[in-house]
């Protein structure tokens, strides 16, 4: 089993930023590729980023590419989610994911790839 725990969500206004942070526990997150993802309400939820074991890939929705950072220390056991240039369409629960499983770009945009998921964080861009 994997706890993720999600932190850093918020009210902003478009064109700030936000740091979101997940903090995972139980098997060894290093062995764990991880994800965001968001839901808006009356949407699915979709992939956001993703990024490798190692952290040497990344991967980015092309809705996010350019503003958003995903980051991961191993050591820490944490994976960011740096977001710059907020936008009101950015507006969501935030979820953190991890799957042992998979550990490619392709792989790791679907929902149904991975295996746990965190409760969420509610992040509010106003226009």
């Known amino acids: 089993q994997v706890q993720l725990v999600e932190s850093g969500g918020g009210l902003v206004q478009a064109g700030d930023s936000l740091r979101l942070s997940c903090a995972a526990s139980?098997?060894?997150?290093?062995?764990?590729?991880m994800g965001w993802f968001r839901q808006a309400p009356g949407k699915e939820r979709e992939f956001v980023a993703a990024?490798?074991?190692?952290?040497?890939?990344?991967y980015y929705a092309d809705s996010v590419k350019g503003r958003f950072t995903i980051s991961r220390d191993n050591a820490k056991n944490t994976v960011d989610l740096q977001m710059n240039s907020l936008k009101p369409e950015d507006t969501a629960v935030y979820y953190c994911?991890?799957?042992?499983?998979?550990?490619?770009?392709?792989?790791?945009?679907?929902?149904?790839?991975?295996?746990?998921w965190g409760q969420g964080t509610q992040v509010t861009v106003s226009s």
């Open positions: 990024i490798s074991r190692s952290g040497s890939s990344t």
């Open positions: 139980g098997r060894t997150f290093s062995d764990q590729a």
């Open positions: 994911a991890a799957t042992s499983r998979y550990n490619s770009g392709s792989l790791l945009v679907r929902v149904s790839r991975y295996e746990y």
